[in-house]
């Protein structure tokens, strides 16, 4: 693909799931791509995989060090890394502000990072892996829920602000995807998202699909359109068959 042959790409969370999956693409694609992780052994491994440049630690301050390996120059950031933290309005501060921080806040910091380059060049693409929850909800996961609202919010208004100044941004929005963190969401997510999970992979497929079209919005599970037009159109009907999710949950024990 032209848009990415070459390309300095960055990938957060990339040490395995969609963020493997979504590097690897990115490699076949002719793109020279930095594999972030936290776990240094999985994001090396995934580098030695593909040909590209492990650069392990906090996705929040990834920018630098990614790119002085890229030779100084970031073209495409992949806003992967996240966290599946469960619980209600209960949830203790402390998964709060990790969800914050993690869901939204290395978005934001990346975002401020990478912008005054690309303005000056005209042209940067942001890639931020948000979540079906970021446009409709999780139930049992507030923080979740919230956050992924946040990330989404977050990308729509870098795309509104400087799309006319050459920056190209994506929001991916899948439902289930066969990661280690769908398997954390535990009894919610086995009734929610495992039923029509999908492989990483087929949210790669999505998005470079999307960036072939030049779409915004990339939503790996298309079904999610009609969810999201539902809750638009008639929030009521929407939060109640939601709560009908609730209570067959909480009726499962």
């Not at 100044?165 to 963190?181: E, F, L």
């Not at 790996?220 to 609730?246: C, F, I, K």
């Amino acid at each position: 693909m032209e848009a990415v042959q070459d390309a300095g790409v960055v990938v957060t969370g990339a040490g395995g799931g969609i963020g493997a999956a979504l590097a690897r693409r990115f490699a076949a694609e002719g793109a020279r791509v930095v594999v972030n992780d936290l776990d240094a052994d999985r994001a090396r491994a995934v580098a030695a995989e593909i040909g590209g440049i492990a650069v392990p630690g906090d996705a929040s301050a990834v920018v630098d060090r990614a790119r002085e390996a890229l030779d100084g120059v970031v073209d495409v950031y992949c806003a992967n890394a996240g966290v599946a933290s469960g619980g209600s309005e209960a949830a203790e501060e402390a998964v709060w502000a990790q969800a914050w921080d993690v869901n939204v806040m290395a978005h934001v910091r990346a975002a401020h990072a990478l912008l005054p380059d690309w303005l000056e060049r005209g042209r940067g693409r942001f890639v931020s892996t948000v979540s079906a929850a970021g446009l409709l909800t999780m139930i049992g996961a507030a923080p979740y829920s919230v956050t992924k609202h946040g990330a989404y919010a977050f990308a729509e208004w870098l795309s509104l602000t400087y799309r006319h100044r050459g920056i190209k941004v994506h929001a991916i929005c899948p439902q289930g995807v066969r990661t280690d963190m769908l398997d954390a969401t535990g009894s919610a997510g086995d009734l929610v998202l495992k039923p029509t999970a999908i492989e990483p992979r087929d949210v790669a497929d999505a998005l470079f699909k999307g960036i072939a079209e030049d779409r915004f919005l990339i939503l790996p599970h298309p079904e999610v359109a009609g969810y999201y037009q539902v809750r638009a159109g008639d929030s009521d009907r929407w939060l109640t068959n939601m709560n009908h999710l609730q209570q067959k949950w909480e009726a499962a024990g």
